[in-house]
């Protein structure tokens, strides 16, 4: 209602109850006018829903409507049928209830559309399990089939239910659907053989036809065209646009196999629907003497085929009828209209009873457990009452006598349980209850239903009756027996005025809802509703199992009169009637808006008539009577709080105080209200809108503060995200940081008490203990190694290696050495090679051996000690092509008497010359010679011993020469006599001659000097030369 109060200006009012005046009819229409012309065809009154049918597709049955209205509040969103099912949904699952659901209105008003709309908003929204999605489809399924055997095209609408259908929709305790169960009433089976013009047959008829393949129609003998059969065309209107019999019929075969109908029974079930047909074309003759014959064999002999019967007792049956009179059988031919009329009814008791069957056999597949169904403690129920509505025809009969009467029935039944219900709240809420001033229609249903005084006793008696009865005496008896009721005239109890507009065979009944005036022509046959017996008896003998299952034995045997139709009629009500008492119920009353069946049509009569029967403003009244508006403090509180401040935002007392502040604040007086125990009662309309006026002047100022309290809490909530993720991060990095730390220390922790043991265990075996440890000491002697490698040849220094590396330190060292001797060789130039290898040289022969020679080490040979200049030239000439290599000058001691004489020694690549100035005085040829003897002291004496033999050498030379150490060496290294070198201690002996040998003396001195010694001995002084 919340939403109707906000939206009340739009569109009309979404609840009538909030018309200010509500006692005003005009206004009520004018309110549903104005909303079925928005397309909004659901308005309430109260809880009851008013449905005006729209005669167009709407777009407000989708998955995603339904999701809409699922568990939402009643009130709180706009009226619709989902509403009404899911709000009694959850009444029945929370108060473990049983509901029902009453949907009522005219033919055509949109009833049957809006059960079926209800029970796919179950399907669709309750919860299922694989068991139940087989019950669910076949719970949706039952409806094509029943529309097509139940349902046919009447004036009024193209596809109206003619039979009254009440189910029962079972739940388990979880709120899932657990089963069915269908209760039919009354099925107009006069239409089965005539239809008024304008209307059709049972839709089945024409989709068999129209749907059924050649070989089924061949197996049926029927042919394709309606109108080749007299039971479709009595209306002639065998073909509607509207209806699709073909698709239907797809519809219904798929609907048959989904609810378990087995191929057999299905084929049984179309034999019959044929034979109806079959029956139909079977025609009756009149012979001369009035005997009755039938025309048309071969119709008949289909129509016994069909129905599994001999086909001559079925003509026999047809034509004739069995009496028992004092005891004793006996036949009688009947006349033609009797045997039409035997024919008429065996055509619609078939098709009565097979619809029975129908229905029996649809409640076996959806009561899956028969046994559950009954027993089943924690289901709950919801039923769905969709049944023919009010109806007053242009001539009503026995039919609209019945639909009246159960409407009359159902009001009542509203009456009582919306006065009860809404006097048992103001008890519950402890209101004083204010009477409501209602039309109670108990009267009418007295007089129709009482026993032995009401229409249908009369009217049953009329039939039972011995001697001859008629409609007309039935209604003689009418008006003898209530004749005197105030809802009863007839032609002859009415005034002139009435008296004009009924016929004399018409009685009039003032129902609740109108004046309807019943024509009393067949209404004694068809309260009898008769079947000859014979043709019973023909029936109970069928081989089709549904016929066989349908006609019993038992009730040709049993001789008691069958139950009247009125008062079957009367007894499924009365049952009805304790059925929907027992259950919580909801109203969808429905209202059809034209009889055109167009979309966007408003006819203000018709749609007033209904109003009225309907009994809608009866209906506001008792709503209005007391109090316009009612909710429940919590409700109320909670819509209308933010208009004061006591209650804003949040009130924390007991409810009723709250509700009790807020309207002093607002100002009520205290006759436009009453606070119950758990509501708050408001009287007129009017309050209440002042109330939501001031709720809409208010919610700019709401809205400004949900918008700060929410940007708010949201910032807040934000900041704290943010917030803790920011400690998560800074925890998770500490953390990992410690962690590390701690890792770190403990290694080095680890590698210290290693090293510390391996420092201990250092001089054992290499091992575990020890082995981080000596590694350790290698590699750091290597690197140290490294940084102090010795730069040249002459650095001998080398670290000391520890213990375990002194062999490699050893082979590193001399690797180095070699490396640096490489080095070393591959940068000396060819003249320092030479000086090198002549040093080498020098030091083989010299080192160690003579005094002078570590004086020489340091000091370079050089490539002469004569200048060229200094070397005469004719000397050279003489020299020819040999060339000087090196000369010296030296001073030669005779070998006799050791005179000295200056001379220049020359050597050249094959021997070696002393020259005197311009003459060569002594040729040495290199090969001849025989030794190079020098003493071991610091003198520069030296003797080349060449032997005697040759002449040319002229023997020993005895020379003193100051450059001796390199003289000696080159002359060794040209004539290649390194190992003629002789190094002499004490004295060097020399050849004289050829027989005599001269001796040279060595000793120390402080100076060099060669003198004559003892003996002949040339006396050489040596001095001592310092080496450092
Ligand atoms: N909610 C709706 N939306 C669209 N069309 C609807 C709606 N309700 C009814 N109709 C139309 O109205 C037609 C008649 O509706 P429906 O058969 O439900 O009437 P009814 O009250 O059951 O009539 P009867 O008493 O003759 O069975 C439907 O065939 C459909 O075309
Ligand atoms: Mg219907």
Same mark, same amino acid.
């Given at each position: 209602?919340?939403?109707?109060?906000?939206?009340?200006?739009?569109?009309?009012?979404?609840?009538?109850?909030?018309?200010?005046?509500?006692?005003?009819?005009?206004?009520?229409?004018?309110?549903?006018?104005?909303?079925?012309?928005?397309?909004?065809?659901?308005?309430?009154?109260?809880?009851?829903?008013?449905?005006?049918?729209?005669?167009?597709?709407?777009?407000?049955?989708?998955?995603?409507?339904?999701?809409?209205?699922?568990?939402?509040?009643?009130?709180?969103?706009?009226?619709?049928?989902?509403?009404?099912?899911?709000?009694?949904?959850?009444?029945?699952?929370?108060?473990?209830?049983?509901?029902?659901?009453?949907?009522?209105?005219?033919?055509g008003?949109?009833?049957?559309?809006?059960?079926?709309?209800?029970?796919?908003?179950?399907?669709?929204?309750?919860?299922?399990?694989?068991?139940?999605?087989?019950l669910?489809?076949?719970?949706?399924?039952?409806?094509?089939?029943?529309?097509?055997?139940?349902?046919?095209?009447?004036?009024?609408?193209?596809?109206s239910?003619?039979?009254?259908?009440?189910?029962?929709?079972?739940?388990?305790?979880?709120?899932?659907?657990m089963?069915?169960?269908?209760?039919?009433?009354?099925?107009e089976?006069?239409?089965?053989?005539?239809?008024?013009?304008?209307?059709?047959?049972?839709?089945?008829?024409?989709?068999?036809?129209?749907?059924?393949?050649?070989?089924?129609?061949?197996?049926?003998?029927?042919?394709?065209?309606?109108h080749?059969?007299?039971?479709?065309?009595?209306?002639?209107?065998?073909?509607?646009?509207?209806?699709?019999?073909?698709?239907?019929?797809?519809?219904?075969?798929?609907?048959?196999?989904?609810?378990?109908?087995?191929?057999?029974?299905?084929?049984k079930?179309?034999?019959?629907?044929?034979?109806?047909?079959?029956?139909?074309?079977?025609?009756?003759?009149e012979?001369?003497?009035?005997?009755?014959?039938?025309?048309?064999?071969?119709?008949?002999?289909?129509?016994?085929k069909?129905?599994?019967?001999?086909?001559?007792?079925?003509?026999?049956?047809?034509?004739?009828?069995k009496?028992?009179?004092?005891?004793?059988?006996?036949?009688?031919?009947?006349?033609?209209?009797?045997?039409?009329?035997?024919?008429?009814?065996?055509?619609?008791?078939?098709?009565?009873?097979?619809?029975?069957?129908?229905?029996?056999?649809?409640?076996?597949?959806?009561?899956?457990?028969?046994?559950?169904?009954?027993?089943?403690?924690?289901?709950?129920?919801?039923?769905?009452?969709?049944?023919?509505?009010?109806?007053?025809?242009?001539?009503?009969?026995?039919?609209?006598?019945?639909?009246?009467?159960?409407?009359?029935?159902?009001?009542?039944?509203?009456?009582?349980?919306?006065?009860?219900?809404?006097?048992e709240?103001?008890?519950?809420e402890?209101?004083a209850?204010?009477?409501?001033?209602?039309?109670?229609?108990?009267?009418?249903?007295?007089?129709?239903?009482?026993?032995?005084?009401?229409?249908?006793?009369?009217?049953?008696?009329?039939?039972?009756?011995?001697?001859?009865?008629?409609?007309?005496?039935?209604?003689?008896?009418?008006?003898?027996?209530?004749?005197?009721?105030?809802h009863?005239?007839?032609?002859?109890?009415?005034?002139?005025?009435?008296?004009?507009?009924?016929?004399?065979?018409?009685?009039?009944?003032?129902?609740?809802?109108?004046?309807?005036?019943?024509?009393?022509?067949?209404?004694?046959?068809?309260?009898?509703?008769?079947?000859n017996?014979?043709?019973?008896?023909?029936?109970?003998?069928?081989?089709?199992?549904?016929?066989?299952?349908c006609?019993?034995?038992?009730?040709?045997?049993d001789?008691?009169?069958?139950?009247?139709?009125?008062?079957?009629?009367?007894?499924?009500?009365?049952?009805?009637?304790?059925?929907?008492?027992?259950?919580e119920?909801?109203?969808?009353?429905?209202?059809?808006?034209?009889?055109?069946?167009?979309?966007?049509?408003?006819?203000?009569?018709?749609?007033?008539?209904?109003?009225?029967?309907?009994?809608?403003?009866?209906?506001?009244?008792?709503?209005?009577?007391?109090?316009?508006?009612?909710?429940?403090?919590?409700?109320f509180?909670?819509?209308?709080?933010?208009?004061?401040?006591?209650?804003?935002?949040?009130?924390?007392?007991?409810?009723?105080?709250?509700?009790?502040?807020?309207?002093?604040?607002?100002?009520?007086k205290?006759?436009?209200?009453?606070?119950?125990?758990?509501?708050?009662?408001?009287?007129?309309?009017?309050?209440?809108?002042?109330?939501?006026?001031?709720?809409?002047?208010?919610?700019?100022?709401?809205?400004?503060?949900? $918008?700060?309290? *929410? +940007? =708010?809490?949201?910032? /807040?909530?934000?900041?704290? #995200?943010? !917030?803790? @993720?920011?400690?998560? %991060? $800074?925890?998770? *990095? +500490? =953390?990992?940081?410690? /962690?590390?730390r701690?890792? #770190?220390? !403990?290694? @080095?922790?680890?590698? %210290?008490?290693?090293?510390?043991? =391996?420092?201990?265990? /250092?001089?054992?075996?290499?091992?575990?203990?020890?082995?981080?440890?000596?590694?350790h000491?290698?590699?750091?002697?290597?690197?140290h190694?490294?940084?102090?490698?010795?730069?040249?040849?002459?650095?001998?220094?080398?670290?000391?290696?520890?213990?375990?590396?002194?062999?490699?330190?050893?082979?590193?060292?001399?690797?180095?050495?070699?490396?640096?001797?490489?080095?070393?060789?591959?940068?000396v130039?060819?003249?320092?090679?030479?000086?090198?290898?002549?040093?080498?040289?020098?030091?083989e022969?010299?080192?160690?051996?003579?005094?002078?020679?570590?004086?020489?080490v340091?000091?370079?040979?050089?490539?002469?000690?004569?200048?060229r200049?200094?070397?005469?030239?004719?000397?050279?000439?003489?020299?020819?092509?040999?060339?000087?290599?090196?000369?010296?000058?030296?001073?030669?001691?005779?070998?006799?008497?050791?005179?000295?004489?200056?001379?220049?020694?020359?050597?050249?690549?094959s021997?070696?010359?002393?020259?005197?100035?311009?003459?060569?005085?002594?040729?040495?040829?290199?090969?001849?010679?025989?030794?190079?003897?020098?003493?071991?002291l610091?003198?520069?004496?030296?003797?080349?011993?060449?032997?005697w033999?040759?002449?040319?050498?002229?023997?020993?030379?005895?020379?003193?020469?100051?450059?001796?150490?390199e003289?000696?060496?080159?002359?060794?290294?040209?004539?290649?006599?390194?190992?003629?070198?002789?190094?002499?201690?004490?004295?060097?002996?020399?050849?004289?001659?050829?027989?005599?040998?001269?001796?040279?003396?060595?000793?120390?001195?402080?100076?060099?000097?060669?003198?004559?010694?003892?003996?002949?001995?040339?006396?050489?002084?040596?001095?001592?030369?310092?080496?450092?």
């Amino acid at each position: 209602m919340e939403s109707a109060l906000t939206a009340r200006d739009r569109v009309g009012v979404q609840d009538f109850v909030l018309l200010e005046n509500y006692n005003s009819e005009a206004t009520f229409i004018e309110n549903l006018r104005r909303r079925f012309r928005e397309n909004l065809i659901y308005t309430y009154i109260g809880s009851v829903l008013v449905s005006v049918n729209p005669y167009k597709e709407l777009e407000i049955y989708s998955k995603q409507q339904m999701e809409r209205y699922r568990g939402v509040s009643f009130y709180e969103i706009s009226p619709h049928i989902y509403a009404i099912s899911d709000n009694t949904y959850r009444a029945m699952r929370t108060e473990r209830r049983d509901q029902c659901i009453l949907i009522s209105g005219e033919s055509g008003a949109g009833k049957t559309e809006a059960s079926k709309k209800i029970l796919l908003y179950f399907a669709v929204t309750c919860p299922t399990n694989d068991h139940m999605v087989t019950l669910g489809d076949r719970l949706l399924q039952s409806n094509p089939v029943l529309e097509a055997f139940g349902n046919a095209k009447t004036l009024r609408n193209d596809n109206s239910s003619r039979f009254g259908k009440y189910m029962d929709i079972q739940f388990d305790f979880k709120g899932a659907t657990m089963g069915g169960h269908i209760l039919n009433y009354l099925l107009e089976k006069s239409r089965v053989v005539h239809q008024n013009h304008g209307e059709r047959n049972f839709h089945i008829f024409y989709q068999l036809l129209d749907g059924g393949d050649d070989d089924l129609l061949n197996t049926l003998n029927l042919e394709r065209n309606p109108h080749s059969y007299r039971y479709l065309v009595k209306g002639s209107c065998a073909r509607v646009s509207s209806v699709s019999d073909k698709n239907n019929w797809r519809v219904v075969r798929k609907a048959l196999d989904v609810i378990g109908f087995t191929a057999e029974e299905v084929q049984k079930l179309l034999n019959i629907v044929a034979s109806v047909l079959h029956l139909g074309n079977t025609l009756f003759g009149e012979g001369e003497e009035g005997e009755t014959y039938i025309t048309t064999e071969t119709q008949l002999s289909n129509a016994a085929k069909l129905l599994g019967v001999d086909g001559s007792a079925l003509k026999e049956a047809l034509t004739h009828k069995k009496l028992t009179a004092k005891g004793e059988e006996m036949i009688s031919p009947l006349n033609f209209e009797q045997a039409v009329s035997a024919r008429d009814a065996l055509a619609k008791a078939v098709y009565g009873r097979t619809f029975n069957w129908l229905v029996e056999k649809i409640n076996q597949s959806l009561a899956l457990k028969e046994e559950i169904y009954h027993s089943s403690k924690d289901a709950s129920v919801i039923g769905l009452l969709d049944i023919y509505g009010f109806e007053v025809l242009q001539h009503n009969s026995f039919e609209q006598f019945c639909i009246n009467y159960c409407n009359e029935k159902l009001q009542q039944l509203f009456i009582e349980l919306t006065l009860r219900s809404e006097q048992e709240e103001y008890e519950t809420e402890g209101i004083a209850w204010e009477t409501v001033q209602y039309f109670d229609n108990k009267i009418i249903c007295d007089l129709i239903e009482e026993k032995h005084k009401g229409i249908i006793s009369i009217l049953d008696e009329e039939c039972l009756r011995p001697g001859e009865t008629c409609d007309i005496s039935f209604l003689e008896k009418l008006e003898d027996t209530v004749g005197g009721h105030p809802h009863f005239i007839t032609h002859k109890l009415a005034n002139g005025k009435t008296r004009r507009v009924m016929s004399r065979e018409e009685f009039r009944l003032l129902h609740y809802a109108g004046e309807v005036n019943y024509n009393v022509n067949g209404f004694l046959d068809k309260n009898n509703d008769l079947l000859n017996r014979n043709l019973k008896e023909v029936m109970c003998q069928s081989e089709n199992q549904i016929l066989s299952h349908c006609f019993r034995r038992e009730e040709v045997i049993d001789q008691k009169r069958p139950e009247m139709a009125a008062s079957q009629f009367k007894n499924s009500l009365m049952k009805l009637m304790e059925i929907l008492m027992s259950k919580e119920p909801s109203y969808i009353r429905c209202i059809k808006p034209n009889d055109a069946k167009q979309p966007g049509r408003f006819d203000e009569v018709l749609v007033r008539h209904q109003v009225k029967y309907l009994g809608l403003m009866e209906n506001l009244r008792v709503r209005r009577a007391g109090f316009a508006y009612r909710r429940r403090f919590e409700a109320f509180l909670q819509r209308y709080k933010p208009l004061c401040p006591e209650t804003w935002p949040n009130w924390n007392g007991k409810l009723a105080d709250g509700v009790s502040a807020l309207v002093n604040h607002l100002g009520y007086k205290p006759e436009e209200y009453k606070l119950g125990r758990s509501k708050i009662f408001i009287r007129f309309p009017k309050t209440l809108f002042a109330t939501e006026d001031a709720l809409e002047a208010k919610k700019p100022e709401i809205a400004v503060t949900l $918008q700060k309290s *929410w +940007r =708010g809490y949201r910032e /807040r909530a934000n900041y704290q #995200r943010i !917030r803790h @993720a920011v400690i998560v %991060i $800074q925890s998770g *990095w +500490r =953390g990992m940081k410690a /962690r590390r730390r701690a890792k #770190r220390r !403990r290694e @080095a922790a680890q590698l %210290i008490r290693r090293f510390i043991k =391996g420092f201990i265990c /250092r001089h054992e075996e290499y091992c575990d203990d020890n082995d981080y440890f000596l590694d350790h000491v290698r590699c750091y002697f290597l690197k140290h190694l490294k940084k102090t490698l010795p730069r040249s040849v002459l650095d001998k220094s080398w670290p000391t290696p520890p213990a375990l590396l002194v062999e490699a330190s050893e082979h590193l060292q001399m690797l180095h050495m070699r490396n640096m001797v490489i080095k070393y060789c591959r940068r000396v130039q060819p003249e320092w090679k030479k000086q090198m290898m002549q040093k080498v040289v020098a030091s083989e022969i010299f080192k160690d051996q003579k005094g002078s020679y570590p004086h020489s080490v340091g000091r370079l040979f050089l490539d002469t000690r004569l200048e060229r200049e200094q070397v005469s030239l004719k000397v050279l000439q003489t020299l020819g092509s040999e060339k000087v290599q090196y000369g010296v000058a030296v001073i030669k001691y005779d070998r006799r008497g050791f005179k000295p004489r200056p001379r220049q020694l020359l050597l050249t690549n094959s021997f070696a010359v002393l020259v005197d100035r311009t003459k060569i005085k002594q040729r040495l040829d290199y090969a001849a010679l025989r030794g190079i003897s020098v003493s071991s002291l610091c003198d520069g004496m030296v003797v080349l011993h060449m032997p005697w033999e040759d002449n040319k050498q002229k023997g020993d030379a005895v020379l003193h020469c100051s450059h001796v150490i390199e003289l000696v060496t080159k002359l060794a290294m040209m004539a290649s006599k390194t190992n003629y070198v002789n190094i002499n201690p004490g004295c060097i002996r020399f050849g004289v001659s050829r027989t005599k040998e001269g001796i040279i003396d060595f000793v120390r001195g402080s100076e060099l000097k060669v003198s004559k010694g003892k003996r002949g001995h040339l006396l050489v002084t040596a001095p001592q030369i310092s080496t450092t």
